[in-house]
Nanobody, 124 residues
């Protein structure tokens, strides 16, 4: 089992920055690829970013590429998402997830462990 707790979400103005953090506990964290997903009201959960177990490979949704950066610290069991140049369309609940399946890292079904989510609201 992996327990995940997100933090850092809040209300910010468009153009601003936020750093989300995900703290992991439980079974070995460093062996899992990790991802961030988000879900806006009335929309399906969508992939935002993912990072390999070593941190050497990173994946981003086209909508956030160049603005968001995912990173991890296996010594501290944390995964962060640095979000810059935020837009109102980035408003959503952001979820941290630990991958446990073999599907693409871009698919939510590939992740067996999820946090409770943290709200990010970007005002225009």
């Amino acid at each position: 089992q992996v327990q995940l707790v997100e933090s850092g979400g809040k209300l910010v103005q468009a153009g601003g920055s936020l750093r989300l953090s995900c703290a992991a506990s439980g079974r070995t964290f460093s062996s899992n690829a990790m991802g961030w997903f988000r879900q806006a009201p009335g929309k399906e959960r969508e992939f935002v970013a993912a990072i390999s177990w070593s941190g050497g490979v990173k994946y981003y949704a086209d909508s956030v590429k160049g603005r968001f950066t995912i990173s991890r610290d296996n010594a501290k069991n944390t995964v962060d998402l640095q979000m810059n140049s935020l837009k109102p369309e980035d408003t959503a609940v952001y979820y941290c997830a630990a991958r446990s399946g073999a599907e693409s890292v871009r698919f939510a079904a590939s992740y067996g462990y999820w946090g409770q989510g943290t709200q990010v609201t970007v005002s225009s």
